[in-house]
């Protein structure tokens, strides 16, 4: 299974006391192919240094470095779905130019692109992939 996680996600899934942990686990177990991008990349570790325990971004991005189940997609095509937030673009490009099972957001911004009919990327929420990872 190959999965974007947008960044939000990510923040919530490393947290050890999260409800969200399972996520994080997961891939540790390999239960999915995480499917990222330079951009996303930069934006995790961002984030994580902003908004996590020092040394936490260090290690999540060794992690990455590291891990067979990280797959690194490069962009081929711009598709600008998201009009609101330019930002979150990054994350649905990569998910269409890798044909990701799904991608993983909480975010509202994302929701425009269930309307599209090409390309067409399964958005779902963490509550969602969570009951998806318990059936695996």
Known sequence: MKVVLDS????????????????WNAFLAGKFKLIVSEDVVLEYEEI?????????????????????????????????????DPEDNKFFDIAVAANADYLVTNDAHFNVTRELKFPKVEIITAEEFLKILDKS
């Open 8 to 23: 939000n996600i990510l923040l919530v899934a490393v947290g050890k006391r999260s409800s969200y942990r399972p996520i």
């Open 48 to 84: 994580l240094q902003q908004r996590s325990a020092p040394g936490v971004a260090s290690l999540i991005m060794e992690i990455f470095i590291e891990s067979p189940e990280v797959i690194y997609q490069k962009i081929y095509y711009l598709w600008n779905a998201i009009k609101n």
